[in-house]
């Protein structure tokens, strides 16, 4: 099978994704082998590639937002027919038994594995997962939009639901990518007030598009105070004008895996009347069902660039530099071999 695999860790300019030819994998014991039709390009898998993220294992597929058909069921694999369409996420799986999984806290995990991370990957022609950890994907279902709701729509959905705004309340949006124009739609489908805030102007301009209440720069204080907010873009920095931009009793989520340093914050301005701050880690499967549901009832539509697998590189660089309007996604399989 074709992959793209990290030869190490450098700036994504240096183009550390190589095309190889591997042996496709085997499925174990209540595993799927899947056939990848398409496979999304997330932030984090820039922040594999690039080592902002510790190396897990060397020689590894990043990927984690895959859409494919079953091609091979391990022993004991029954949940999925062979040929069926289903959805690979970033939890590749948890333990079941720390007392966080126990308590149905599961993205607390205490020994988990990650898509992209800790095991190879979707930026290939076949990847594997345990079934227990899988989502259907309907047969009719437009693969390349499908594909960012797999974490951008599930880690955006988490940390709508973690900033606390309700129906009809004024959200705030930090950065304005592939997880924050899904959010926008989610908030507005609640009747809520969206405030976007980007450094980039096509950013702000799709933001527009899509009915945004008010758009500025990533410093510039909002016309109102803000129910809640949700910081996407990886610079620390912002936190302390987002905790600004607060109402009193608001919260701001801080949605990424990876954060630049946070400047020193003062109290009174930042913190007091009972304003929180609070991180976003992981999701659990019920985050995913929940926000596919939704998908389906809004329904929400992502706004791709689709590149092919061989090309993974210059995705990743272009979501560096915020070149991409909504998501990236890799296609795979050409239409034509589904």
């Not at 499925?27 to 898998?45: A, I, M, Q, S, Y």
């Not at 797999?150 to 930090?174: K, N, Q, T």
């Not at 980039?200 to 008010?214: C, I, P």
Request: hydrophobic share 40%.
């Amino acid at each position: 099978m074709r992959a793209m695999v990290l030869s190490r860790a450098l700036p994504v300019e240096e183009r550390p994704l190589l095309l190889v030819e591997r042996e496709p994998p085997v499925p174990g014991p209540r595993e799927l082998c899947v056939r990848v039709e398409v496979c999304g390009v997330c932030r984090t898998d820039l922040h594999v590639v690039e080592g902002e993220l510790p190396e897990r294992r060397r020689a590894l597929i990043p990927g984690h937002q895959v859409v494919g058909r079953v091609l091979a069921r391990g022993p004991g694999a029954e949940r999925f027919r062979e040929g069926e369409r289903v959805g690979v996420a970033w939890l590749h799986r948890a333990c079941g038994s720390c007392r966080f999984c126990v308590r149905g806290e599961e993205n607390l995990c205490e020994s988990p594995l990650f898509t992209g991370w800790d095991v190879d990957g979707g930026y290939a022609e076949v990847i594997k997962a345990p079934e227990a950890f899988v989502y259907p994907v309907a047969p009719d279902a437009e693969a390349r939009s499908f594909a960012p709701l797999l974490c951008a729509g599930i880690i955006g959905y988490r940390a709508f639901r973690l900033a606390g705004v309700r129906a009809g309340g004024r959200l705030g949006i930090y950065g304005f990518g592939g997880s924050a124009h899904l959010v926008l739609q989610i908030a507005q489908h609640l009747g809520c007030e969206v405030f976007v805030f980007s450094r980039a102007a096509q950013h702000r301009e799709l933001a527009m598009r899509l009915g945004a209440t008010w758009v500025g720069e990533s410093f510039e204080p909002p016309p109102r105070k803000l129910d809640g907010a949700i910081l996407f873009a990886p610079a620390g920095e912002l936190v302390l004008p987002a905790l600004e931009a607060l109402d009193r009793g608001g919260t701001l989520a801080v949605a990424g895996i990876h954060l630049s340093p946070i400047p020193s914050l003062d109290y009174a301005r930042h913190l007091f009347q009972e304003r929180t701050l609070r991180s976003v880690t992981s999701n659990t499967r019920r985050d995913g069902e929940a926000l596919l549901r939704l998908a389906r009832e809004i329904p929400l539509v992502p706004h791709t660039s689709v590149y092919p697998l061989e090309a993974a590189n210059q995705a990743l660089s272009d979501l560096k530099q915020d070149r991409i309007q909504g998501a990236a996604v890799l296609e795979v399989a050409p239409k034509a071999e589904r």
